[in-house]
Nanobody
């Protein structure tokens, strides 16, 4: 089992940047596929970005491609989400998640462990 704690959320103006972090503890972090999801009020949770257990493969939702970058540091048991050129529609609670499966996974059902989330608010 792994415990996940996100940080780095906040309030930012349109066009600004934020860097989210997700620190893991427990079982070997490097064995998990990691993902970032977000959920806006009244909407379903949606996939944002994913990264393979080695960090060698990354994949993104079309809505964030070219603006967001996911990365991981397995020596620090941490995954990051660099968010640039933020838009008001990016406003949501962002959560990281860990999957025991190896591959590209876009559905929340394919992830086994979740953090509590961090709020990102982008003002217009």
């Amino acid at each position: 089992q792994v415990q996940l704690v996100e940080s780095g959320g906040g309030l930012v103006q349109t066009g600004g940047s934020l860097r989210l972090s997700c620190a893991a503890s427990g079982r070997t972090f490097s064995s998990y596929t990691m993902g970032w999801f977000r959920q806006a009020p009244g909407k379903e949770r949606e996939f944002v970005a994913g990264i393979s257990w080695t960090g060698g493969s990354t994949y993104y939702a079309d809505s964030v491609k070219g603006r967001f970058t996911i990365s991981r540091d397995n020596t620090k048991d941490t995954v990051y989400l660099q968010m640039n050129n933020l838009k008001p529609e990016d406003t949501a609670v962002y959560s990281c998640a860990a999957s025991v499966y190896r591959g590209h996974y876009y559905s929340p059902r394919e992830y086994n462990y979740w953090g509590q989330g961090t709020q990102v608010t982008v003002s217009s």
